[in-house]
């Protein structure tokens, strides 16, 4: 057995080629397929950290999932607003411990605008139950002030004192700028891994404060205020996009989510940020599918070309055949010698896999980081990537049965005839 | 034992399939311990079909091939491949060598399959000493050992195809046309060579070239020995 091992490996080096290339086919294959299995668990990961210890989300009305990306996720935008006195009411409660509110709708250089109070650094938690802390400086005081997520700073190189002039709209490049109201910046928060790192937050004020001259989502002509003299104004908020509710008790959750729901002076949606998640995977779940799917028939594409190279392979390798037959292998020692190199095929392209796909998250972690905050953690294989490198293995080692088989049957029938 | 017959066959029928027409029928015959055979065979005479019964690949569908009087036709494969390999060391017409295997271990593959050749070619030295001292013995210089076979000549190659028949030393030697890809000045020198060190081995040598005939103990035509009529 040991020497029909070795025989068979230094038959499977001595081609190569053929075999190098069913060996980068399964292994681009099962990089692709641990890749999207990794990626899938990742965004889990990802969206069940950002959010944490928030009991309700309450935006206008529209469908749960939509206001869980906008408000929490910064993804896509808000349909409407709600009304500064609907969202005292609400908060006023007292069954409501605290509330967050968010107003959105300003940019960047492609980092979305939060407007909100302090509340938001008091009570807004990530991960497990973690709280925000500043790496520099303070808070916002002054109307002007914006505090900066970690990857903003990072990105842009931003310091303590650096100027900015936010941007109307959420694109990535926006026409219309509000430059005649520059900010300062006044903090910088700790990187989170979450959308709180790619925001710049400033004050419910310093929203209206920037909108005072517009009207209807462009700036009004003729009536320019300028920033000291926006001070002057009536700058308490009219209008917020959303916000984030913590509860005394976890029981009265429900009770306060009907509330909310049948709110008699506004259309109001408040939703279970659990319960949104669960929904939203269910949207990611078709996506998840499909990704899945293609992955499968990609690996077990690369399955079909090395049962072809394996067949391939057989006539010209009879005379191999005779020669071991002559030094006493039996067919089935011929046999094993199949699916050993089939086992070979397999085991070299799962290991490879393995290191490509930490090669490519060591390759994509910056970019991935500055693109959604995701700090893409290198962690060992999952279970589940392990099953999956053990099927190839096995799938590939079962499909070396049918070479084998054929194999067999030369072996027995060619005997020592060498049919060249 | 020395009197016993290196190879008996007793009223040998040979066909592929039940149905198949009878491709060999050998009623006796017999070979002596040590002698050189030449067995002289046209293609088509059933020589491989003979070959095969001989080294246990096929069983007759009558009769019984004894070799070293076992009961070599009515053991299981496995038993006849483990026979094979422990008492009979063979040689092609050509392509004798795995590509993938240097010299050495081309010369040393019986030795992985047998421990009997293993522990016979390990008498008085390792078996990579044994395969050295045989493959000099063929002149093939030192410098081959570790090459890639396919940087030998067609005539070095059957030199190590012979140490590797002869090695931890079987009865019985059959050769199948060995000389054929061979010219003439080699091919002489090639039998001399594998006399010389068969010692006192059995030998088969199959060989279509009446020419060689003279240079063995005893010349049989399949053609004599088969009773099979071909019309």
């Known amino acids: ?420 | 034992m020395n009197k016993v017959p290196v190879v008996q066959l007793h009223d040998i029928e040979f066909r592929w399939t039940r149905r198949a027409p009878l491709l060999l029928r050998i009623p006796r015959f017999q070979l002596e311990r040590g002698e050189h055979l030449f067995l002289l065979g046209p293609s088509g005479s059933g020589k491989s079909t003979l070959i095969n019964l001989l080294a246990g690949i096929v069983r007759p569908n009558c009769g019984e091939v004894r070799l070293l009087d076992q009961p070599l036709s009515q053991w299981r494969g496995a038993r006849r491949d483990r026979f094979r390999v422990d008492h009979i060391g063979l040689i092609f017409q050509q392509f004798n060598l795995l590509p993938y295997l240097s010299v050495l271990e081309n010369t040393l593959l019986p030795c992985w399959f047998s421990a009997r050749r293993r522990d016979h070619a390990a008498r008085q030295c390792s078996i990579e000493q044994q395969a050295h001292a045989l493959l000099s013995g063929l002149g093939l210089s030192d410098e081959l050992l570790h090459q890639p076979v396919t940087a030998l000549s067609v005539g070095q190659q059957q030199r190590v195809a012979v140490a590797r028949a002869l090695i931890g030393k079987p009865e019985l030697i059959i050769a199948d046309e060995p000389t054929s890809a061979l010219d003439a000045d080699t091919r002489d020198s090639f039998i001399k060579l594998l006399f010389e060190h068969a010692e006192d081995s059995t030998i088969i040598f199959v060989s279509h070239d009446r020419a060689l005939a003279p240079l063995f103990h005893r010349s049989v035509s399949i053609t004599e020995l088969n009773t099979v009529d071909r019309g």
């Open chain 1, 1 to 420: 057995m040991k020497y029909l091992l070795l025989i068979s490996l230094k038959s499977f080096r001595n081609r190569k080629a053929s075999v190098g290339l069913s060996i980068a086919a399964i292994l681009v294959s099962v990089v692709l397929f641990t890749g999207v299995l990794y990626v899938r668990a990742e965004a889990k990961q990802w969206f069940v950290q950002t959010i944490s210890g928030t009991d309700l989300i309450v935006g206008a009305r529209s469908g749960p999932v939509n206001l869980l990306l906008y408000a929490v996720f910064r993804i896509g935008d808000a349909t409407n607003n709600i009304s500064w006195q609907s969202y005292r009411d609400i908060a006023d409660d007292p069954e409501v411990a605290w509330t967050i509110p968010l107003s959105l709708g300003d940019s960047h250089r492609g980092y979305r605008v939060l407007g909100t109070n302090l509340d938001y650094f008091k009570y807004l938690r990530y991960g497990n139950k973690q709280p925000l802390e500043l790496a520099q400086g303070l808070v916002f005081h002054d109307l002007y002030d914006a505090v900066i997520g970690a990857e903003v700073a990072d990105a842009l190189h931003y310091k303590l004192g650096q100027e900015i002039v936010l941007a109307h709209g959420a694109g990535k490049i926006s026409f219309v700028q509000h430059a005649d109201k520059p900010f300062r910046v006044v903090g910088i928060l700790k990187r989170t891994g979450t959308p709180v790192d790619r925001t710049v937050h400033v004050s419910l004020e310093a929203i209206e404060a920037i909108h005072v001259d517009w009207q209807s989502g462009m700036p009004a002509p003729g009536q320019h205020i300028d920033a000291e003299a926006a001070r002057q104004r009536d700058l308490s908020p009219k209008l917020i996009t959303a916000f984030l509710l913590g509860m005394h008790s976890k029981i009265a959750t429900f009770q306060m989510q009907r509330t909310i729901n049948e709110y008699p002076d506004e259309p109001l949606l408040a939703i279970l940020p659990g319960v949104a998640l669960a929904q939203l995977w269910q949207v990611m779940a078709v996506m998840e599918n499909i990704l899945q799917v293609i992955a499968g028939f990609v690996v077990l594409t690369g399955m079909t070309g090395l049962l072809i190279t394996l067949l391939s392979t057989l006539n010209e390798r009879r005379r191999e055949m005779a020669v071991l037959r002559s030094v006493g292998a039996g067919p089935k020692q011929i046999f094993f010698l199949f699916v050993f190199e089939a086992f070979w095929i397999a085991a070299a392209a799962c290991s490879g896999a393995v290191f490509v796909l930490y090669a490519l998250l060591a390759l994509a972690r910056p970019a991935v980081q500055s693109a959604t905050g995701v700090a893409l953690l290198i962690q060992p294989l999952a279970p589940l990537q392990w099953l999956l490198l053990g099927a190839v293995i096995v799938l590939a080692s079962l499909l070396g049965l049918v070479p084998g088989v054929i194999a067999y049957r030369h072996a027995l029938h060619d005997g020592l005839t060498m049919r060249v």
